[in-house]
């Protein structure tokens, strides 16, 4: 981090004691070797860059001993929380815990396997400060297994760069700095951690990425597989349809149910006409079958449409969710206040 940053920084958090600038979030699920050297190694960096600082470790249903590391740690230490969830829910959830608890302006998240490197956060945080949102690392010399892990992580982060428009490198890299009013407009579930820049951007985020070290996993075994790639699959066809159609659901279910109830008026007709006109017999042609399912399908799709349309209304008025992001407002004297949190309410 550069001197000038360094600066800004200690000025804006150390001189108020209980201001904190950065929070780092860590889902922990059965890493027991290594939290000590991992948590010791955040503290470290994060001194020595003279930032004001609260370390958060969310223990996901650990088997291994984690727990009790993470309270003895939380006991010990001054600069640390220890968020213990009830069971095993998964890496999203853990993350969603770590942001409620986050109480910094600037969050960062990464792994707790060691695999991601402490002292890449100073970089992260010197980009946030050139004006983003949010900065994504990524792995660029990956020290993970060719085919089981490299080749997956290609397809997908190709694959969710084309249907969300969002394009990085590596969508899987747990170490992103994120601003927290951007991380409070957020709700997340399922799998959606990895597509956090993608929910960002659809909140109007400024994203960048950032090279960043990866090291040789030293304990432990991978709790990533060939097997998530199903529900990863799932979770972005959900984050397509929130980037194209989450304020308008009735563009697409009413689209696809009026064409069909067009289609099968048409063939109806068409089948009318031989009947009446013609006099052939039409009880017998496929083509009625097809006609009627497809006016009843667009009869149902329609109908979803209109029931999405009032789920989305109820959504956005009952949690008083904006439905646009206001960056910042200029006022006549020249200067702008960039407060998102507080401005960004429907009118």
């Known amino acids: 981090m550069n001197h000038l940053l360094s600066s800004q920084l200690a000025n804006t958090t150390l001189t108020t004691p209980e201001a904190v600038y950065l929070s780092v979030v ?10 000590s050297k991992l948590i010791e190694a955040i503290a470290t960096t994060l001194r020595e860059n003279q930032l004001k600082y609260e370390i958060i470790c969310v223990d996901d249903g650990s088997q291994d001993g984690s727990t009790e590391i993470l309270r003895q740690i939380a006991h010990s ?5 220890a968020v213990i969830l009830r069971r095993n829910y998964g890496q999203t959830p853990a993350m969603a815990a770590g942001f409620k608890q986050a109480q910094g302006k600037v969050i960062v998240t990464l792994d707790g396997d060691l695999q991601n490197d402490p002292e890449d956060i100073p970089q992260l945080l010197a980009k946030l400060e050139e004006g983003y949102d949010l900065v994504s690392g990524w792995r660029k010399d990956r020290q993970d297994a060719a085919l089981t892990r490299l080749l997956p992580s290609k397809i997908a982060n190709w694959m969710i760069g084309i249907v969300t428009g969002v394009k990085l490198h590596d969508y899987g890299c747990s170490l992103k700095a994120y601003r927290s009013e951007l991380v409070d407009d957020m709700n997340l579930y399922g799998e959606l951690h990895r597509f956090l820049p993608a929910l960002a951007y659809i909140e109007g ?6 090279p960043v070290r990866h090291h040789a996993r030293r304990y432990g075994t991978s709790k990533y597989g ?3 790639t199903f529900r990863v699959l799932m979770d972005l066809f959900t984050v397509f349809f929130m980037k194209k159609f989450l304020t308008r659901p009735m563009h697409v279910f009413g689209l696809f149910g009026l ?3 067009v289609l099968g008026t048409f063939l109806g007709l068409y089948l009318t006409f031989l009947k009446l006109g013609l006099g052939q017999s039409i009880g017998d042609r496929p083509l ?5 399912l497809l006016v009843f399908t667009g009869v149902q799709l329609f109908s979803f449409g209109l029931l999405a349309e009032l789920l989305m209304r109820t959504y956005h008025e009952s949690q008083k969710r904006p439905i646009y992001r206001i960056r910042e407002v200029i006022v006549n004297n020249g200067s702008s206040t960039i407060k998102p949190s507080t401005i960004n309410h429907q009118q």
């Open 26 to 35: 860590v889902p922990i699920y059965n890493e027991a070797e290594s939290l």
């Open 77 to 81: 230490r001054t600069d640390f929380k």
């Open 205 to 210: 985020a400024r994203i960048a990425e950032l």
């Open 226 to 228: 060939l097997g998530r």
């Open 259 to 261: 064409s069909a109830i």
């Open 288 to 292: 009625l079958i097809l006609a009627v």
